[in-house]
């Protein structure tokens, strides 16, 4: 590892922030630059509309959620980095798509009236049309701790050939709960993690932000540790989940 690839900037790309923010989720990118300006690094966010916005170097990679009016424009850009976001999934660099930014990397996208929007094929599974939107907090049991947010949205996810990100304590997730098995929100492959927990979902869920972090730096031969003034604001998330745990009847952390 040379000194230049230890001292450059961490570098998180938002992809398409102007079509895909409708929940906030634009918010992701900056809340992984910042989280890893506390642990002591430099660190920057580059929006990414096209592919000539691309930086040389990419640590990190968010995609956020929009409108079903986006779809077309935000699928035909994403698909002018298809190549780079496969050599980014396949070289461990993390990457967390949110609703429909989920949907446009899977396989396509049923609609409601019949037609279908092919996706990009990053990872396996499609999106088909609830008979009602979900909009409901949601309550996830996952590996990197009880992860809450808001969902919002108009489709199921099936198909999915990865590991989920989790199992749904309440809410909707991937979809309705079946006849049997768990109920499960998301999906990971590898350091590529997709959700529907909008909030953004880094923010309320610090714990997720810094497994994808550690993922980071790793990749490029450091140690990520979570900074003193994280701890403080981790405490005002862990706040935030608990209240509305307890107004759902769930049990507090």
């Known amino acids: 590892m040379t000194a230049t690839s230890i001292e450059r900037p961490f570098t998180v790309v938002s992809l ?5 923010d409708t929940n906030g989720d634009a918010g992701n990118a900056r809340v992984f630059a910042q989280r890893a300006r506390w642990s002591g690094r430099e660190a920057r966010v580059v929006d990414v509309h096209t592919r000539a916005d691309l930086p040389e170097h990419v640590d990190a990679v968010s995609i956020g959620s929009g409108t079903d ?7 035909d850009a994403l698909r002018t980095v298809l190549e780079d976001l496969r050599v980014w ?3 461990g660099v993390p990457i967390l798509a949110v609703g429909t930014g989920w949907e446009l990397i899977s396989w ?4 409601a009236g019949g037609s279908v929007i092919e ?12 008979t009602k939107r979900a909009t409901d907090d949601i309550i996830v049991s996952s590996k990197f701790g009880r992860l809450i947010g808001f969902e919002n949205h108009a489709r199921d996810y099936v198909g999915a050939e990865a590991s989920p990100l989790g199992r749904v304590l309440h809410g909707t997730g991937n979809a309705d709960a079946p006849a049997s098995g768990p109920q499960i929100e998301g999906l990971t492959m590898g350091e590529v993690f997709c959700t529907h927990l909008h909030g953004p979902v880094l923010a309320r869920n610090p714990g997720l932000a810094d497994h994808l972090l550690e993922a980071a730096f790793r990749r490029r031969g450091l140690v990520y540790t979570r900074g003193a003034v994280a701890e403080s604001v981790d405490e005002t998330a862990r706040t935030a989940r608990n209240q509305v745990a307890q107004r759902l009847g769930q049990p507090t952390e």
């Open 108 to 111: 396509g996208i049923d609609l």
């Open 16 to 20: 398409l922030p102007r079509l895909l």
């Open 89 to 91: 999934s396949n070289s």
């Open 119 to 130: 996706g990009l094929g990053l990872v396996a599974g499609h999106a088909v049309p609830r």
């Open 69 to 75: 009016a986006a779809l077309l424009p935000a699928r």
